[in-house]
């Protein structure tokens, strides 16, 4: 692995000053901002600008891709299903790996139960749907319930006549909480290192969730009149979850709650939270609103590729399935 001292015009003094300040791998410093660079770590924008573009050239980002490039890497795209048949003709096929995929909604919407859905999905051969890979969780509400896993395991064996081992299934994937936003920010470089750990291991990382991603930060901006700074940390906290997507060729998956009181310092209280930073960066976009009893109502409202769509799913004891 590169150090941050091993880049050129880094000392110790200026790599100590870079860790403290939040940028503890050449990722984060190869898509940080010169001015930002330079204020964090107390040296000049040029020094800044240099170290930044050495950062571009080891991590191997950054630069200009040729079309058929691009369609190469595009042909690697993996699909997890949903398991529901709505759903994943609406997502012609699942959701997509190499991009973020937001899923948002009110409390008790649906959206945890997506993310644990596909932590099992995730992990079934292909011919069933998965991307026979492991699965990282980014936990901000303490939500992950293993017990939960289990019944969609048995839901999932059901339906399509497989055997699963539930146990082996919760021995693959990773949770961690995260206590705060910059918690939740670090999570994602032990996020990397792991995925490098099980890069070759027959489960590699396929899957990243993030639930919730706004929580913290929204909790922590409140009323402090600082939503551009906001903005900035998590707009910051997105590219480093694109760039894992990428990487890895993994799904992102991160959920977004919808306030349904009014919220002055957000503005609209039916915008999700994140506002457009969210909304631009996120290369999927989900809308779950509950309907009668177990059904819900899943919409497809961004996507650079599909249709905008609609799609009635079930949550039920054995997980999300068709209404
Ligand atoms: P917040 O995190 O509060 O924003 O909500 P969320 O969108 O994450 O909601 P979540 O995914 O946790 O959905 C909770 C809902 O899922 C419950 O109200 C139930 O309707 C359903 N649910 C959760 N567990 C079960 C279960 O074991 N059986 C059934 N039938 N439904 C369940
Ligand atoms: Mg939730």
């Keep these: 692995m590169i150090e941050l001292e091993d880049l050129p015009g880094v000392g110790p003094a200026t790599a100590e000053k870079l860790r403290e300040a939040g940028y503890s791998s050449i990722e984060a410093i190869a898509v940080a901002s010169p ?6 770590a107390e040296i000049g924008e040029a020094t800044a600008s240099k170290i930044i573009n050495a950062a571009r050239q080891s991590a191997d980002i950054g630069g200009f891709e040729t079309g058929d490039m ?7 795209v993996g699909k997890i299903s949903t398991g529901c048949t709505e759903f994943d003709e609406m997502l012609a096929g699942g959701i997509e790996s190499q ?3 937001e899923i948002y909604g009110e409390f008790g919407s649906g959206k945890t139960q997506l993310t644990h859905q596909l932590s099992v999905n995730v992990q079934l051969p292909v011919e069933y749907g998965g991307l026979d890979g492991s699965v990282i969780i980014i936990d901000t ?11 969609m395991v048995e839901g999932r064996a059901r339906a399509l006549d497989l055997d699963l081992d539930p146990e082996e299934i919760l021995r693959n994937i990773h949770v961690a909480r995260a206590y705060n936003s910059n918690h939740q920010m670090l999570l994602v470089d032990s996020a990397v290192d792991l995925a490098n750990e099980l890069k070759e291991s027959g489960k590699p990382v396929r899957l990243l969730v993030v639930d919730s991603v706004t929580s913290h ?12 700074d ?3 940390r998590l707009n910051k906290h997105l590219h480093s979850l694109q760039k894992f997507a990428d990487v890895f060729n993994a799904v992102v998956l991160v959920t977004n ?4 009181k009014p919220d002055a310092f957000f503005g609209d209280p039916t915008r999700p939270i994140g506002g457009h930073v969210l909304g631009h960066t996120a290369t999927f976009r989900l809308y779950i609103r509950k309907s009668k009893g177990e059904k819900r109502i899943v919409k ?15 949550v039920t004891g054995y997980g999300l399935e068709d209404a």
């Design 217 to 228: 930060f929204r909790a922590e901006y409140i009323g402090r009149g600082t939503l551009s």
């Design 300 to 314: 497809l409202i961004d996507s650079p590729n599909l249709p905008e769509g609609e799609a009635i799913i079930a």
């Design 35 to 40: 001015a930002e660079l330079g204020a964090s």
């Design 257 to 260: 709650q919808v306030m349904s």
């Design 99 to 101: 991009g973020i995929t």
């Design 70 to 76: 691009v369609f190469e890497r595009r042909q690697k």
């Design 230 to 232: 906001r903005q900035q």
């Design 141 to 151: 509400e303490n939500t992950f319930r293993p017990e939960r896993i289990k019944q």
